[in-house]
Nanobody, 121 residues
């Protein structure tokens, strides 16, 4: 079993910054893509950012230039640095990792529990 634990959510003012972190634990052989998704009330969950094991990144157009995704392979961790936050960034943020778990075939997607980010004055 693999579990992802998220931290770093909270309340922040518009224009402020917040850093989310997600660490994986369990029977992990390797981790391929790591990413962050978010879901606002009444909206479909969307991909925010993704980073490959080689460090290649991709961002949603709405956050490009403001958010930065990074990973620490030694710690099985992915982070999302969010700058210039806007009210429309308010959502529950979920981390995801594509994991090659011990004894598994191919990669399996695991999700964090979600952390609330609220941007408001």
């Amino acid at each position: 079993q693999v579990q992802l634990a998220e931290s770093g959510g909270g309340l922040v003012q518009p224009g402020g910054s917040l850093r989310l972190s997600c660490a994986a634990s369990g029977s992990i052989a390797s981790i391929y893509n790591m990413g962050w998704h978010r879901q606002a009330p009444g909206k479909q969950r969307e991909l925010v950012a993704v980073i490959t094991r080689g460090g290649m990144t991709n961002y949603a157009g709405s956050v490009k230039g403001s958010f930065t995704i990074s990973r620490d392979n030694a710690k099985n961790m992915v982070s999302l640095e969010m700058n210039s936050l806007k009210p429309e960034d308010t959502a529950v943020y979920y981390c995801q990792m594509l994991v090659g778990a011990t004894g598994s075939y191919g990669s399996i997607a695991y999700w964090g529990q979600g952390t609330q980010v609220t941007v408001s004055s």
